[in-house]
């Protein structure tokens, strides 16, 4: 929904061109079996906590609950790798293994179950109209819900004002296909809010449903049940990189900005004034922490909005919008009509936010793979300590109970109640906690990106060789599924890479991604270059969008005649990366694994709404 965090959309990034929709193409082997690098597998489950009273936490029960618990409780999801959760008004849902689970309130269908009516605290697989698919992003709307799945956008539930996109205005209880414009197109990223919906297919915006406010950004006019595309205003064509839905109005991140339009009655553009606009206007930074860029992660609430601001020294929670209730976390209980940032004098001192939600009550962000929630507490408990007790300021989740020994690798917090993806924290002989990649690293590890070794270390100077990283990417994108196998009987894509090599179904992924080209040899031991790793992350995210064109000098040792010139200035851009303090990227240095721990990390957090 609205108050999405980090990896809700995470996963709707390639893994639509999975092979198993492939004439021909290999199917996935048995799940990977992680390192005995701690105590326990490294097994990612969903924990939630708040108000309970539609089973909303997934936990079985009605039960309120003020500190984090495990969900699933007997469902299919207990033994499951959870990819993502994403948070609605009264209702929750993730992804496993390629599969929409939801749970909660289905008063107008939106579980997608074939029902309607109830409560359902234990997660149900959304089987009708998506199955066959491969799903690879969720979305929890008000009352409706949104996913893609094989390349198209989905969605369920209540539709009183076109919000499922299928050219009518009737609820459904099962997934029904996003029709229109996007017919045909690769949908990589979704967002449901209240009563209108917003998708990035093939590096643009398209939005349906409800436009009274012109909160689907193409000037004013009617509500549309069908996809519009987003352009004009100060986005025009950009290339969007991001998208998040609130209550009335949305924002994006696009070629290095963030950009908002709809109700601005609380300020939640961002941009300095109370005004409402039907048409994309850029997010004020005047003010901001030392040319902070805001690129790097968005999120839209009720009233609110919220990204991460990035400069070398720092990645810093910003907020604006409604913050009577201390939603905004600065301390106060006021309204911004500009960013401002979120309190870091307490527990957030001297850390770095990985990733961010926010929602009507409040926000959640996760810093060193821990939560820290502020706002509204009194009647929810959606902050998670312990107590009704609210707060202006961040505050840490409890990790006493269902945390303890984890970290958290996403998060997304609604009007009463919050969710989060959480592993129990690798450990690396060689990757201390002092470490400066230490929190990027655990998250990659714990992600099942990248394993350690049996040996307890991680490497992280290691270089990173072509095939090893057709396997990262791979994972990146196709979350908690197993590595890919090679079929014995399709011809090879590159000659040098058989079918007997443990990384031939990942290599020939990424041809079908589009993200290699093949044909002859791909030198799979040779070594990953630092601008190779850019191109590489850019096509991830954007499959079907053009390279992008060298501009302006970002870094000094960057210029036009470097073939991944534009994918580094985007990748600088976006606050993946920002290079050495002596303003160079080393483009033709070889890539180390912790420095791809970071990449990928802050990658999956710009592919959030």
Sequence with gaps: MRNSGSWATALALLAMLSLSGVAGAATPTAPRAFPPNTPEELLPVGVS????????LGDGTTKKRLTPVILGNGSGLDTEEIAALDVGDTHTCGLATFQVYCWGDNS???LGISTVGGSHPQPAAVGVGLAGHTATGVSAGSAHTCAVASNHAYCWGGNENGELGTGNLQDSDVAVKVGGVLTGKVVTAISAGYYHSCAIAEGHAYCWGRNVEGQLGIGPGDSSPVPIQVTGGDLGSKVVDSIAVGGYHTCALAEGHAYCWGRNNRGQLGTGSDKDSALPAAVA???LLNGAILATSIAAGGDDSCAVATTKASRTAVCWGFGVNGELGDGGHQDRQTPVAVNTAGPLAGRNIESLSISDGGGCAIAAGQGYCWGDNVKSGRLGTVTNMPSSVPVPVDTT?????????GISTGFSHT????????????????????NDITWVAGTGIALGYQDKTYGPTSNVSKQAMAAFIYRFANRSVGDEGCDPDAPRAFTDVPVSSPFCGAVEWLVLAGIVTGGGKFDPGSTLSRGTMATWIFHTLHPAVPAQPCGGVTFDDVTAAIPACGDIEWLARTGITTGYNDQTFLPNAPIHRDAMAAFFHRADALASH
Excluded: E, H, I, M
Aim: aromatic fraction near 14%.
């Design 49 to 56: 906590w708040g108000t309970n009273t539609a089973g909303q």
């Design 108 to 110: 107008r269908g939106q």
């Design 285 to 287: 930074t005047d003010g």
């Design 401 to 409: 109970g269902s945390l303890k020994g984890r970290v958290l690798t």
């Design 419 to 438: 969710a989060a993806v959480a592993v129990s924290a690798p450990f690396f002989t060689d990757v201390p906690s002092a470490y400066p990649f230490y």
